[in-house]
């Protein structure tokens, strides 16, 4: 037996200076990495948004400010391309994502696909529906701020006529949320009847079309609620186009700024303030505290929306500033 | 068996498949499937109103000291006296206070307390000011924040149900009435000249 296991490691010595070479190798390699700065991905389901890009670019100048790499991913509304850029961002290395998701249900494979590569993901602007998934989710209080505008609008239209709604993805809890705080006001009023309600996936163009459509047979509305912003310009140019921009109200829910010039311009009654700048920088610092060793972070970190509309307008800057 | 047979038979059997194997329904009904609400507000607030939300409510801070220390040191009382739920400039007060029925409008009873005119809602009681005022409900408690926020919903029904129409049938001018409420602010808009104060309790005063 001694003279057995002799043979063996006589036989191996090549192959265990080889194994010891190469395990010097990496461990000087995996030193290197570390002394190189983390990279952060910030996947973003969309770019065709401006406020999409001011949350994205926000995060990645943030990110970059602590001292780390960071690269945008657009997913382009598309949970197919966002599971790409994830497997991506597994085999290139990146140590942490900020992660605003394309589908509440359909984006949670890919944060739990992260997670069981031990890169931590903290969700921006809109959630996933799961709590054991992300690091943590930085998520704008629609409900609230649609509450407001709701109260808004049923002051505005005095109680009573004919109104549109216009929502977002149909798969985002956002739209839903907006949706649902805005009908808790005005669902109240029964003599304010809701004549359509439609999706345009938060896109202006979409919008414009939805509401064209809806003005042939139904001209005499008297307001319009759009789940964000891009859908209320789109929703205003139908009514410009149409000739009733003058007698319908518009109401939208982001803070972008040319919806707030709109605003101060009268062609838009309200939006919901949210502040993408707030949260892209507050990810973007919950990863560098996670690097830190942090790793008691709340799930869900609500961020107040603000309603800002014709009283208070000049109190307000686009995105909330900063 | 002829072919015309043979073709007709497997037309069939693959209609039956194809058939069985596709269900349609409306998308709106399916949405609200995916959507169902599990949780049941209604009965989480019965739970906790008499002795949880009317008990914090009644330990509220008297709302002249609160916009007194508003006045002084706004950034100090919104951290020691506001509840908030996370990140941003709105805070939820508790308050309570007692004053004199200057006006009773459509919308609100507006009230004189100590100088101060109040705005006491009564027709639009909708939000999370009650809720997140009380300091009772953590959001980071409910897995959906649906769920989370149809305990508002339940909170402020009950409120427009139970609070409201009473008082309401009976308020007139120089009333005196005492109230517990919900006071929502804006720490970087701060506008203590009408605050607007959602009623938990109204009494008034013989």
New interface residues.
């Given amino acids: 037996m001694k003279h057995r296991m002799k043979h063996i490691t006589l036989f191996h010595i090549p192959f265990l200076l080889l194994t010891l070479a190469m395990f010097l190798g990496c461990s000087t390699e995996k030193k290197d990495s570390q002394e190189e700065a983390k990279k952060v991905a910030v996947i973003i389901s969309t770019l065709n948004n401006p406020w999409f890009v001011v949350l994205g670019e926000t995060a990645a100048n943030r990110a970059m400010e602590l001292g780390y790499k960071a690269t945008i991913f657009d997913s382009q509304n598309n949970t197919a391309l966002e599971t790409d850029h994830f497997e991506n961002a597994i085999a290139s290395g990146f140590d942490a994502v900020l992660f605003n998701p394309t589908d509440a249900?359909g984006s949670i494979a890919n944060v739990r696909m992260a997670k069981r590569a031990g890169i931590p993901v903290f969700c921006m602007d809109r959630?996933v529906?799961?709590?054991d998934a992300a690091t943590s989710q930085?998520?704008s209080?629609s409900?609230?701020g649609c509450?407001?505008i709701?109260?808004y609008f049923?002051e505005k239209l005095n109680k009573k006529g004919k109104y549109v709604e216009i929502l977002g993805l149909?798969g985002d809890?956002n739209t839903?949320?907006r949706s649902?705080?805005f009908h808790?006001?005005v669902d109240h009023y029964p003599e304010l009847k809701m004549v359509a309600q439609q999706n345009a996936d938060f896109d202006r163009n979409k919008s414009m079309e939805v509401l064209e459509s809806i003005l042939q047979v139904h001209p005499d509305i008297n307001g319009v609620f759009c789940g964000n912003d891009a859908m209320a310009m789109g929703a205003y140019q139908a009514l410009v186009s149409a000739g009733k921009a003058e007698n319908v109200m518009v109401f939208g829910f982001d803070g972008a700024a040319d919806v707030v010039n709109s605003i101060q311009q009268k062609k838009i009654l309200a939006t919901g303030m949210q502040?993408p700048k707030?949260m892209a920088k507050?990810a973007a610092t919950y990863a560098h505290e996670y690097f830190n060793g942090k790793r008691d972070f709340?799930?869900?970190?609500?961020?107040?929306?603000?309603m800002v509309n014709q009283e208070?307008v000049d109190?307000y800057v686009a995105y909330g500033g900063e | 068996m002829s072919k015309g047979i043979k073709y007709t038979i497997g037309i069939i059997i693959a209609g039956i498949v194809i058939y069985n194997s596709m269900y349609f329904s409306p998308l709106d009904k399916k949405?609200a499937e995916?959507?169902k609400i599990v949780f049941d507000a209604n009965s989480f607030v019965n739970s906790i109103w008499e002795k949880e939300l009317i008990n914090v409510y009644d330990s509220a801070t008297d709302l002249t000291e609160l916009i007194a220390m508003l006045n002084e040191d706004p950034e100090l009382t919104f951290r020691d006296q506001a509840n908030?739920?996370?990140?941003?400039?709105?805070g939820y007060f508790r308050v309570k206070g007692e004053g004199t029925v200057m006006r009773v409008t459509e919308n609100n009873v507006l009230l004189k307390v100590a100088g101060q005119i109040v705005e006491l809602e009564t027709e639009?009681i909708?939000?999370?000011a009650v809720r997140d005022a009380s300091g009772l409900v953590k959001?980071?408690d409910y897995?959906?924040?649906?769920d989370f926020?149809s305990i508002s919903?339940s909170i402020n029904d009950r409120i427009r149900r139970e609070v409201i129409p009473n008082f309401r049938a009976k308020v007139e001018e120089g009333n005196t009435v005492s109230f517990n409420g919900a006071l929502e602010l804006?720490k970087a808009?701060l506008n203590l000249s009408l605050p607007e104060v959602i009623p938990v309790s109204i009494q008034i005063i013989p």
Avoid at chain 1, 298 to 306: F, G
Avoid at chain 2, 143 to 146: A, C, E, G, Q, V
């Fill in positions: 249900d959630e529906n799961a709590t930085i998520l209080d409900y609230a509450v407001a709701g109260k049923v149909v809890n839903w949320s649902k705080g808790s006001v502040f707030l507050t709340a799930q869900k970190v609500p961020v107040t929306v603000e208070n109190g | 949405l995916e959507h908030a739920l996370g990140i941003g400039n709105i639009f909708f939000g999370n959001v980071n897995d959906l924040t649906s926020n919903e804006n808009h």
